[in-house]
């Protein structure tokens, strides 16, 4: 069985996490470890129709998020890595900064200084250049900056879909990969080919 952290933060877009579990759910030998900020409950109230208990049943494991003692904050915990979905400004800056105030950011960090994967759905526009600095400091530290941003190559036909492909490309990055995700064709005729 494989581990992999998912954190939620109350920026923008918490429909990001609540599909990367929804969609890990279905992966046999995959257990989620979520840890969801506050923040992110209230952003939910206003962007989906789900419950704070029905976004939390969608997890195998549930941290609170001030746990700073929790499993997920020890290198000795293997997991396979974590993805943050949304993660807000405040979550980039102290996964940059090293600053580890609350269970997220300590995960995280964990997670970088063991060298496993550490994805962040950035999600802020448009951006000044202590977003910027934040991004870089953060990439140099190990993580993996991947702003929501659309493939329109795979002719989503809704804002469903466009999530979901984002967030399976999300997930391919630790290696899961998922049937619903629409690949770019190798091979003549397919887009972009001459």
């Not at 997991?79 to 995960?107: F, H, Q, W």
């Not at 993580?143 to 997930?171: C, H, N, W």
């Amino acid at each position: 069985m494989r581990r992999i952290i998912v954190a939620i933060t109350g920026a923008s877009g918490v429909i990001y996490g609540v599909r990367a579990l929804q969609l890990l759910r279905q992966v046999e030998d995959i257990e989620t470890h979520a840890v969801i900020s506050p923040s992110a409950f209230r952003t939910a109230t206003d962007e989906i129709d789900m419950s704070a208990d029905e976004i939390k049943r969608l997890a195998d494991v549930l941290y609170n998020y001030k746990d700073i003692g929790a499993a997920v904050s020890s290198g000795s915990f293997r997991t396979a890595g974590m993805l943050i979905a949304p993660c807000s400004v405040k979550t980039l800056s102290g996964i940059a900064n090293c600053y580890n105030d609350e269970l997220i950011v300590r995960a995280a960090d964990v997670c970088l200084k063991e060298r496993r994967r550490v994805v962040l759905l950035f999600r802020e526009t448009p951006l000044h250049a202590g977003h910027i600095a934040l991004m870089d400091q953060a990439t140099r530290n190990g993580a993996i900056v991947m702003p929501p941003v659309p493939a329109f190559y795979s002719k989503p036909a809704s804002i469903d879909e466009m999530v979901t492909q984002t967030v399976g490309r999300a997930l391919d990055l630790f290696d899961i990969h998922l049937p619903m995700v629409k690949r770019w064709k190798d091979g003549p005729g397919s887009p972009g080919q001459h």
